[in-house]
């Protein structure tokens, strides 16, 4: 899976660039073209060039080479253990176990100190548990450091802190305040180089957990729980799925759209403060074995979202139980508390941004993306400001499927408020 975004800028002429950040594109400056078209190279593919003598290019010919479904040809090389055959819930459960241990032990090379990020949820509690275990296991003689970020009352610090006691990390807590969080908001966005509402959400506590990591500590190399969601369909909004079939499909269009929204989010926070991110989840081998189940069993039960990756190490005790069977919590919502959300905060500070006469407008002011809120209004001006022009970056909006949903916080929908009820 793509883990850093590429963007390619061409001139009218021929002269061709590329670049990880578009931003490093956009300040490029061409006598003939003042205004370069930077856009995203599609994942899982390459171009053919046809480079004449004089130094420009021509493109021949874009071909995909890589689906999220292929196994990765190095399969046949890897010293991975033998995995089992069949469907059976055992056998599955089994050779999960051994790719996501194998996913985490491979991204283990490194000469600099290596972090966790610890939400407190299934997917990064699972990453560091495993994370230190292998850590003991290849006798690294430092202790592997956690971070979780919350405001006061986080139902993720909570979380987090259950885990970290749990597995004995040297664990650090972040707090901020809601100042803090709107402080944040133009950095994020410059950084991230997008206007989509919910990845802005969520990498405001991933960019100041970033920041407090290079300012306060030594470790570099981070691992995350990224992807999971998309490959283990953890979005609260699949419980809807009219089948499991649309749920794969579903699925695999997230992990394809990775590189516009959670994957732009990690790499970009990061990135941001001189981190590097690594992601098991989304390891070749073990996602292309999760993609190849029957779609039956990857689907949500018994009103739980990712009930097989759960099941998978219910007799692991790497984590408490409590945390295995946590409800999805949204990031950005999970960092604050649930009387007065990170969402509620980013309303009433918009209100006073934008106003209704604005928002009239917004249709003839943004013809392409068009905000309907005013804190994607809000958002889409803060883009503007740093990438004049550049709004076709993005694509679409993130937005859950199924559903009447007008904003894409879990916190809108149905099954969520329930669950937080009880």
């Known amino acids: 899976m793509v883990i850093r975004p590429l963007f390619k800028a061409m001139t009218e002429d021929g002269f061709l660039a590329v670049c990880s950040e578009a931003k490093g594109l956009v300040t490029l400056k061409h006598s003939a073209t003042p205004f370069l078209k930077v856009e995203p190279f599609l994942p899982g593919h390459y171009e053919v060039l046809d480079l004449k ?53 491979k991204r283990l090379m490194t000469d600099r100190r290596i972090g966790c990020l610890l939400s407190g949820g299934l997917d990064s509690s699972l990453v560091a548990a495993t994370l230190l275990k292998q850590l003991k296991e290849a006798q690294v003689q430092y202790p592997l450091q956690t971070f979780a970020i919350g405001m006061e009352d986080s139902p993720d610090l909570l979380a987090a802190r259950k885990v970290a006691d749990h597995i004995g990390s040297e664990h650090y807590e972040v707090l901020f305040n809601s100042e803090e969080g709107i402080q944040a908001l ?20 991933m960019y100041l957990i970033s920041k407090y990591i290079r300012k306060n500590t ?35 269009r997230l992990l394809r759209e990775l590189y516009l929204f959670d994957v732009l989010r990690a790499d970009r926070t990061t990135a941001a403060h001189g981190l590097e991110l690594r992601v098991p989840f989304l390891d070749h081998r073990f996602s292309s074995y999760y993609l190849s189940l029957p779609p039956e069993m990857r689907i949500p039960k018994n009103g739980i979202e990712k009930h097989l990756l759960r099941e998978t190490f219910e007799d692991s005790n790497l984590i408490p139980k409590e945390i295995l069977w946590r409800p999805k919590e949204a990031f950005s919502d999970g960092i604050t508390s649930v009387k007065n959300s990170w969402f509620k905060i980013l309303q009433e500070y918009v209100e006073h941004q934008v106003d209704d006469a604005m928002m009239a ?15 994607g209004y809000y958002y889409r001006q803060v883009f503007e400001r740093h990438y004049p022009g550049r709004a076709d970056w993005l694509s679409h909006y993130w937005m859950p499927k199924w559903i009447n949903a007008t904003d894409p916080s879990a916190r809108t929908l149905t099954h969520y408020k329930s669950a937080v009820k009880a």
């Open 53 to 105: 003598p004089n130094g420009k290019v021509a493109s021949v010919e874009m071909v995909k080479y890589h689906h999220c479904r292929d196994e990765p040809l190095h399969t046949l090389y890897d010293n991975v253990e033998k995995l089992f055959p069949g469907f059976e819930i055992e056998t599955v459960k089994n050779n999960l176990r051994i790719l996501f241990n194998n996913a985490v032990k």
């Open 186 to 205: 133009d950095e994020v966005i410059f950084s991230l180089e997008t206007y989509d509402i919910t990845t802005v959400r969520a990498s405001v506590g």
């Open 361 to 375: 407008n917004a249709a003839q002011k943004f013809p392409f993306n068009t905000p309907k809120t005013k804190e």
């Open 218 to 252: 030594d470790s570099v190399v981070i691992f995350s729980g990224e992807g999971s969601d998309e490959l283990t369909q953890g979005y609260i909004y699949f419980h809807k799925a009219p089948s499991p079939e649309k749920a794969e499909e579903e699925s695999e």
